[in-house]
């Protein structure tokens, strides 16, 4: 008996903890519109005056909402009024049970862990019919199927069939046209890789300048041309002496420079054009003055 006591006593604390209370005086309800028709939603504003301090929550579920339905809670705003809060509450109802119907809004009413139901004054809500006076509740058979016209075409499957065959000869042309251009194409003529000769330096002139004079001073002159070329951006390869004298001058190159550059160039020239054969102590000397100029160029 007395597990089963505590049982009872366990079950009704639920109960205990959310007690019911009336609409207190600062509570008002106020609906948009007092007839609509069957599901239509109307705007309810609901006004809940409580202590500082506690908060509202729309109960739904209460028996006091007789066939009105909370569709949704629009917006909770509270101010304060003196010692006291005012909480404003706006809904979306709808009712869909036809004729006048008399409900009372609920909200539930939290301080803390405890909870106070409160049920607010009753509002009236004429909601109008969607039948004509004297129509039946029942429901209508339906009117019976009728006939429409565009039916399908008895041409249309051949034509289908037609229109798929063509487009299958249309793409297996397409496929052997391709095939045989691409069997046709010209094929690529191997192209030999252009050998690749090293520039030619003042140790292959050394090397050479007592056994072949001409092709030393030849060399000599080619490197000087080479890096004058590559270090002042004009041809110098393609020159004479004379015009790369000038195009040294117009190019701002130092004129001790320019005077060694042009002296060893028309050495050079004697040696390879004019069959000039100098002795070797000025061999050596024009060498060493290929060196100075191409290390001052560089």
């Known amino acids: 008996m007395a597990r089963i006591a505590l049982w009872l006593m366990a079950a009704m604390l639920p109960l205990l903890a959310l007690a019911t209370a009336a609409a207190d005086d600062g509570d008002t309800a106020t609906l948009g519109r007092q007839s609509l028709g069957v599901g239509e939603q109307v705007a309810l504003r609901l006004e809940i005056s409580t202590a500082v301090g506690q908060s509202v929550e729309v109960n739904p579920g209460g028996a006091q909402w007789n066939a009105v339905e909370v569709v949704r809670v629009s917006r909770t705003t509270s101010r304060r009024v003196g010692d006291r809060a005012v909480h404003t509450v706006d809904l979306v109802v709808a009712s869909f049970a036809p004729g006048t119907a008399s409900f009372q809004p609920v909200v539930t009413i939290v301080n803390g862990s405890e909870a106070t139901q409160r049920v607010l004054p009753a509002l009236t809500l004429n909601v109008l019919s969607s039948l004509k006076p004297g129509d039946k509740l029942e429901i209508s058979a339906l009117p019976p199927p009728a006939e429409i016209e565009g039916a399908e075409s008895p041409l249309l499957k051949p034509l289908v069939a037609l229109g798929s065959i063509g487009t299958l000869f249309a793409i297996s042309t397409v496929l052997f046209l391709a095939a045989?251009?691409?069997s046709r194409r010209p094929k690529p003529v191997a192209v030999e890789a252009p050998q690749v000769v090293a520039p030619p330096t003042l140790s292959?002139?050394?090397?050479?300048?007592?056994?072949?004079p001409v092709g030393a001073y030849r060399t000599l002159s080619s490197v000087v041309r080479g890096?004058?070329?590559?270090?002042?951006?004009?041809?110098?390869?393609?020159l004479t002496t004379a015009?790369?004298?000038?195009?040294?001058?117009?190019?701002?190159?130092?004129?001790?420079?320019?005077?060694?550059?042009?002296?060893?160039?028309?050495?050079?020239?004697?040696?390879?054009?004019?069959?000039?054969?100098?002795?070797?102590?000025?061999?050596?000397?024009?060498?060493?003055?290929a060196r100075e100029i191409v290390e001052g160029v560089s």
């Open 180 to 182: 045989r251009a691409f």
């Open 204 to 212: 292959g002139a050394e090397e050479i300048i007592d056994i072949d």
């Open 227 to 238: 890096t004058l070329g590559a270090r002042y951006g004009f041809p110098a390869s393609s």
């Open 243 to 289: 015009e790369l004298k000038r195009r040294m001058d117009a190019a701002g190159v130092d004129r001790w420079h320019a005077r060694l550059v042009g002296g060893l160039l028309d050495e050079c020239d004697a040696v390879v054009y004019a069959g000039y054969r100098p002795a070797g102590e000025r061999r050596n000397a024009d060498l060493n003055m």
